[in-house]
């Protein structure tokens, strides 16, 4: 067997040791040199695996960064942007640039870093300048010869030192002053005697000329006025000072305080203190200096400098004129108390938009990033160790705080795309700081997978005859390779069929039939469809497809029963389901699935059932069973197929009453709550009758009484199924003679029990002499006999109405009332009025009654009454009025009204007094059972109330032949309504006033 032995040379760093040098300001691109010639690279690498070097640059710089660039197949370096030294390098004589190439094999695990040392080569493109462009002096007039003070230093930015020097001349020179050079500052000296008097102020120039070989200036302009002398300069207490503060101190703190005296008195002995001009940009940045006291405070933090030394120097000038001024020098020591984290710095080798990329098949020990480390802190602080956990890469340390990152194991982009690494870093300090970093390498695909069909077998149905071209279904293929190499394509092996039917397939995978399938003679195809993936070295794969030819629909869904009846509760919640119903197709797929629906036209209801397409029969809104009690209605089964078909089965749904209404007492009610009873009625004497009723059917609505309390008494008590009240003894004319509060209790029989109470008071009065022959038990009797009558009356007129309505086929109809007329109305005959004048205002009642009011004189068959042509407001004012007003009652009026009363009273035993409705105004809003009694109330009391002898025709006609009662007889309570199981629907209510 033959064995391949690989050498994997890795050399970490070379150092080139010659320098290449650039001009600064020279035209881009600019060629330096050959990194390959430079580090002979040759002599490592035989020639043929030096093509498959490749080289980039992995500086931390990202001005070299920019500037510089790199051939990464021949190593050519080139600048290809203008370099400006005194960007580069500032504040050094020689200006060398260091630079780090890394050199990597495509073929091998050879990596490779170099040094590279780029020397700038300095030109005077710089002119010197001037901190201010004048400066202003005064002198005294009687300063000696030799007299001098400092003038503003030129700086030159320029680096090389021919061109950094610098010259002072100064013009004009007919002065009494001249220049000289100390320690690189001008000074302008005293050389004749001033006289305030001849001359009291000069101007002259001072001309800074750098050595370049084409020289450059700049001139400041320097005014001299002559005063007093001020001839003593500040003197510092020390010449010198040092100090050490730790990194942590405080801003706005004071590290020392420096201390200058004038020996001049009075202005020219005031001192001010400030920070030289020449002090370095960064003494400025973290220091001040009080111009007053002389202290120096720290005015940024210096968290970051730890370890470092500020030189500050201190200009101490006083007040006098002219402004003389001296200078002490402060060395600062900075101590490093507190430890900071690691700084790490990561260079991806041929990164892509910040993100490092690696071949699938790359070999072990491929090198994907650099990583350097700085940590600014001292001694163990400084030192950092770090660490990285992949299962694919590994951090390998190159020298003191640098490391590379490589290839630990074989790659797979299927399983794994990209890989994200973190590295962390923490020094020695106690207690350690830890930082880390992150990067992504994306793993570059390679054909390496074959397409994979999501199914090893297809199954299509198709129907037969179906139009041209005729899709038949769709296969897919998935490569897991990236590009290309993940793109598929599709193809039929075999032509048999192919030609037979003429299928194809496109390179989506959708296969189409060009010609009719028969179910006939085939029902099922068979084809062979193969993926081939688009990669250089094609990989392929092969699944198989079944055409099914179905029939076409010709079979009705049938339901298993033609009627379904189901039974609900009639406060099941929504959604609620009642049952479902099943019907079967005899075809096959789509042609034998059956939905469901509601048949719903032609109804003018709405019903509050839904029909689910499964056929499921669910409540969409709340059941009432006093309101409909039984639901009828037709579901249709429709199949998939085309052409469409459908059965229709109907549904029977029937409601279970709840108990859920209350027990409504009707008598005793507010201002209908007392009976009075003589002291002479026999025991067991019925007194009166509870009158309520209950909304509910069957054991729900039916009522059982009782008595809670009786202001403690046994006198009384109540029969727990009809409500009559009687006296339990005879009354004791000493101790019963009283007014009792009856506390009523009626209850339904229904799950849970249902209750209602009531008061009722009895009054028990002594009777006088002429009332002792009167019978109280037969008055009493007589009250409750026409009450039980009334209630009896009514209920029968309630359950006829509902019968009528269910044989009119439930359609909507009113429901008309009619009483007697009384009041003095005396030729009014009937009044219609809508529900919702109930809550309106007086007003509006009015006008409405007065224009819809009927007359006896608009019967025909009957005499008229009132004969007036007024109008129809002013014969109903003038109704009211007679009913009101007793004066306009005279003896003629009650003549006409005994012969309407005859004649009306033959027209009701003719049956001219069956009422219709006269007005049809409002035949939609509904009027309940509780409406109903509560008008009949209103009758009754009304009948009390205004019970006269000029009415008792009228009353009698109606009550005694139609009730079988007269208001002639003694009304000591009034009627109500007892339980009640007919349920109604009213569209309104015509009343009689």
């Not at 299509?460 to 279904?473: A, D």
């Not at 009334?790 to 209920?795: I, N, Q, R």
């Not at 007024?870 to 009211?880: K, L």
Request: proline share 4%; net charge negative; hydrophobic share 35%.
């Amino acid at each position: 067997m033959e064995k391949e032995i690989f050498l994997i040379i890795v050399l970490t760093h070379v150092s080139v040791n010659s320098y290449l040098t650039l001009v600064e300001e020279a035209s881009h691109p600019v060629l330096l040199g050959n990194v390959a010639n430079l580090t002979d690279i040759s002599r490592i690498l035989a020639s043929e695996d030096l093509s498959s070097l490749r080289y980039t640059i992995v500086s931390r710089s990202d001005k070299l960064d920019r500037k510089f660039e790199i051939d990464d197949i021949s190593s050519d370096l080139s600048a290809v942007e203008a370099i400006d030294r005194e960007e580069m390098c500032s504040d050094v004589q020689e200006c060398i640039l260091k630079m780090d190439i890394a050199v990597q094999s495509l073929t091998s695990a050879f990596f490779m870093k170099f040094h590279v040392n780029i020397k700038v080569i300095d030109i005077n493109d710089n002119t010197p300048e001037f901190e201010v462009e004048s400066f202003r002096t005064s002198v005294a007039e009687n300063a000696k010869i030799g007299w001098s003070i400092a003038l503003p230093n030129a700086v030159d930015k320029d680096g090389s030192a021919n061109n950094h020097l610098i010259s002072y001349n100064l013009s004009p020179t007919h002065i009494p002053f001249d220049l000289e050079i100390k320690d690189n500052t001008p000074w302008l000296v005293l050389v004749s005697q001033l006289d305030r008097e001849t001359t009291q102020r000069y101007i002259t120039s001072v001309i800074a000329i750098d050595a370049g070989d084409t020289t450059r200036n700049s001139t400041l302009s320097v005014y001299i006025n002559v005063s007093d002398a001020n001839d003593n300069p500040p003197v510092f207490q020390q010449k010198s000072y040092e100090t050490r503060i730790p990194e942590s101190i405080n801003t706005n703190a004071t590290i020392l305080q420096v201390t200058a005296e004038d020996l001049d008195a009075g202005v020219n002995s005031r001192v001010e203190y400030s920070l030289a001009r020449d002090n370095a940009p960064n003494v400025k940045k973290y220091f001040q200096i009080d111009p007053l006291s002389g202290g120096i405070r720290v005015l940024t933090s210096l968290r970051s400098e730890g370890g470092k030394q500020f030189d500050i120097t201190v200009q101490a000038s006083d007040s006098g004129f002219p402004v003389l001024s001296a200078y002490v020098y402060i060395a600062v020591f900075i101590t490093d108390t507190q430890n900071d984290a690691p700084s790490i710095n990561t260079q991806l080798l041929f990164s892509r938009n910040g993100v490092a990329s690696i071949q699938e098949s790359s070999p072990f020990g491929r090198v994907v990033a650099l990583v350097n480390v700085d940590d600014n802190d001292s001694g163990f602080n400084g030192e950092a160790i770090c660490s990285m956990e992949n299962n694919y890469f590994q951090l390998q340390r190159l020298q003191q705080n640098e490391y590379k990152v490589s290839l630990r194991r074989p790659l797979n982009r299927e399983l794994i795309s990209k890989h994200d690494l973190v590295i962390s870093c923490h020094d020695l300090g106690n207690p350690p700081l830890t930082s880390t970093s992150s990067f992504t390498v994306v793993v570059e695909d390679e054909n390496d997978s074959q397409p994979v069909f999501e199914s090893d077998i297809y199954r299509f149905v198709v129907q037969e005859n179906s139009t041209l071209p005729m899709y038949i279904g769709k296969v897919s293929a998935l490569d897991r390779d990236a590009g290309i190499n993940g793109d598929v394509m599709y193809d039929l092996v075999g032509d048999v069929n192919n030609k037979q039917f003429m299928l194809s397939i496109n390179n989506t995978g959708h296969i189409v039939a060009n010609t009719y399938l028969d179910y006939e003679m085939s029902s099922q195809i068979v084809l062979n469809v193969s993926a081939i993936d688009m990669g250089e070295n094609p990989l392929t794969a092969t699944t198989t497809v079944f055409v099914n030819v179905t029939d076409k629909n010709d079979n009705f869904p049938l339901f298993e029963k033609s009627l379904y009846s189901f039974r609900i509760l009639e406060n099941e919640p929504v959604k609620y389901v009642l049952g479902c119903v099943l019907a079967k197709d005899a075809d096959s797929g789509g042609n034998g699935n059956v939905s469901y629906t509601g048949l719903t036209e032609g109804r003018q209801d709405v019903l509050p059932f839904s029909v689910t397409s499964t056929g499921c029969v669910t409540l969409s809104e709340k059941l009432d069973y006093e309101r409909i009690n039984t639901y009828e209605f037709g579901i249709v089964a429709t199949d998939h197929g085309d052409p469409v078909m459908n059965t229709t089965a109907f549904v029977s749904i029937s409601l279970i009453d709840e108990n859920d209404n209350n027990p409504v007492i009707v008598f005793p009610m507010e201002n209908n709550d007392t009976i009075v009873i003589g002291h002479r009625t026999a025991a067991k004497t019925d007194i009166a009758v509870v009158q309520a009723y209950d909304m509910d059917s069957s054991e729900n609505g039916k009522l059982l009484y009782s008595l809670v309390s009786q202001n403690e008494s046994d006198l009384f008590e109540i029969d727990t199924t009809s409500g009559y009240i009687s006296t339990t003894r005879e009354i004791d004319i000493v101790h019963d003679i009283n007014t009792y509060i009856l506390w009523i209790h009626v209850s339904d029989c229904g799950t849970p029990q249902l209750q209602a109470t009531a008061y009722l008071n009895v009054q028990i009065q002594e009777l006088s002499v002429m009332d002792e022959g009167v019978s109280d038990r037969f008055k009493n009797l007589k009250i409750v006999t026409v009450l039980v009558c009334v209630t009896v009356l009514l209920s029968l007129s309630v359950m006829t109405i509902v019968c009528l309505i269910k044989y009119l086929d439930k359609r909507k109809k009113q429901v008309t009332i009619t009483r007697p007329r009384h009041l003095g109305l005396r030729d009014f005959n009937e009044i219609t009025i809508a529900p919702e004048m109930y809550n309106s205002t007086t007003s509006d009642r009015t006008k409405y009654v007065a224009n819809n009011m009927s007359y006896l004189t608009d019967l025909s068959d009957g005499p008229s009454v009132y004969t007036s042509t007024a109008s129809r407001q002013n014969r109903y004012n003038d109704v009211i009025r007679s009913s009101r007003d007793p004066k306009m009652n005279s003896k003629d009026d009650d003549d006409d009204e005994k012969k309407s009363c005859r004649h009306h009273k033959k027209a009701m035993q003719a049956g001219v007094n069956t009422w219709k409705p006269v007005n049809d105004l409002h035949s939609d809003p509904e009027v309940s059972v509780l409406d109903i009694m509560q008008r009949h109330n209103q009758v009754v009391r009304s009948v009390k109330a205004n019970r006269k002898q000029r009415h008792k025709c009228v009353a009698d006609v109606f009550y005694k032949e139609e009730l079988g009662w007269s208001p002639r007889d003694p009304l000591e309570s009034d009627s109500g309504v007892g339980g009640s199981d007919i349920e109604m629907k009213m569209s309104k209510i015509t009343i009689p006033v």
